[in-house]
């Protein structure tokens, strides 16, 4: 009987998200009829699933509660571990992939005490940090990972921080960054049409691609810009992304009167999201740890690099993977806005750095993250993960 994997991940196109892009790119990519993906109900995903090549099932897979002492808690994993019991029986499934360790990772642990069947979780990092400062989850991650055959992390950090919380050690850890689709994400000439329709003629652009979240660190690049106007009177910052901190951004804005500097662009599809990053001046993600919550790789930082942008990342997580320091980029310490002046004002000026920057930047995006090497590797995993 031939194999089958269900993937089962609350975070899948077409909800945005660095996550769920990462499946999507990473599944899409592997043989079709070995995989069955499980995922929410969100808007817009019936025309989605329908122009796929792999079978997507859809069920709520959301909840305010994700331990199981609660009443709430308990439901919604009862609910959750009959329906994918359903599938499994339906595509007759052999083991099973969970995008987090919590909640998808808890739900696979509990199908398995039912019927035997085998998981592996992928971890990013944030998700154990901030499951290791409550005890019941704490527990449950131990349990979930004791009983999974690996833990796929997307850093070294991440993978780092599995060790540190002794969930998993290094025989069931593997380690496989996200990819960048070198063949969409490229290069382009200067676009005065799209500068113009977006506010962008004359301007020095900076951008950032993200979830609006306080550890995104939006609000301190905010900050720094009201630092740089003065010497960079053209200065524009578009920060590109949908969450909960936009009122709080929009409010600072306004605070420091920066209306002229600062864009908030939530409407922007994957096509013009591309533009940005092609016809921006340089890419920043300001990100920074708060409590536990960290940047565990940084998707958008390689996306940048492969359409031929320097960057800038916050010394926080696994983003300093993602590029290679004074030569694609730049760490810096993104927790103080008056320590992102400098670094950020001797770039502006130097165009021919910039420029220098983003070559080198492709060249690394196309050795280091093309998606090819990264499915080669990620099926190598999951067929050691079926014979074991």
């Known amino acids: 009987m031939k194999q089958k994997t269900l993937v089962v991940t609350e975070n899948f196109p077409p909800l945005a998200g660095g996550s769920g892009r990462w499946f999507y790119e990473l599944y899409s990519r592997l043989p079709s009829e070995q995989y ?4 929410n109900q969100v808007e817009g995903s019936q025309d989605f699933d329908q122009a ?26 009862w609910r959750t571990v009959w329906t994918l019991r359903r599938l499994v029986k339906r595509h007759g499934i052999t083991h099973v992939h969970c995008g987090r360790v919590i909640h998808e990772g808890v739900s696979a642990w509990l199908l398995s005490l039912i019927c035997n069947i085998k998981y592996l979780c992928f971890v990013h990092g944030e998700d154990v940090e901030t499951a290791a400062t409550s005890r019941e989850h704490d527990l449950l991650v131990k349990q ?19 060790n540190r919380l002794n969930y998993a050690g290094d025989d069931k850890i593997q380690v496989l960054h996200p990819g960048v689709d070198c063949q969409r994400f490229v290069p382009a000439a200067e676009d005065p049409e799209f500068k113009q329709a977006m506010g962008w003629t004359h301007k020095q652009v900076i951008i950032t691609v993200g979830r609006l979240q306080q550890r995104k660190g939006q609000d301190m690049m905010i900050r720094a810009v009201a630092k740089l106007k003065d010497q960079f009177p053209n200065i524009l910052y578009a920060i590109i992304g949908r969450g909960e901190c936009k009122s709080m951004l929009t ?20 096509e013009q999201m591309i533009q940005c990053y092609q016809q921006c001046d340089l890419f920043i993600l300001p990100n920074r740890t708060i409590a536990n919550d960290i940047e565990g790789f940084g998707m958008v930082l390689v996306e940048a690099q492969s359409c031929g942008k320097a960057v800038i990342a916050g010394d926080s997580g696994g983003t300093k993977e993602t590029l ?15 320590l992102m002046v400098t670094p950020l004002a001797a770039l502006l000026i130097d ?24 499915v080669s590797k990620a099926r190598a995993i999951f067929d050691d993960e079926r014979a074991s």
Not at 53 to 65: C, G, Y
Not at 351 to 374: C, I, N, S, V, Y
Request: negative net charge.
């Open 324 to 338: 290679q320091e004074g030569i694609t980029g730049h760490v810096l310490d993104c927790t103080d806005p008056e």
């Open 251 to 270: 409010n600072l804005v306004a605070e420091l009167q920066l209306e002229e500097h600062v864009q908030l662009l939530d409407e922007i599809s994957d």
């Open 351 to 374: 165009t021919d750095k910039l420029q220098q920057m983003g070559q080198q930047g492709r060249q690394w995006a196309e050795q280091m993250f093309d998606w090819q090497p990264h």
């Open 144 to 162: 979930v990972c004791g009983k999974a055959e690996q833990i796929i992390c997307n850093s070294h950090n991440s993978a780092s921080i599995v």
């Open 52 to 77: 796929q090549d792999f079978v997507i099932e859809r069920m709520p897979l959301s909840s305010p509660e994700w331990g199981i002492k609660s009443l709430q808690g308990l439901k919604f994993y």
């Open 36 to 39: 069955v993906v499980v995922t």
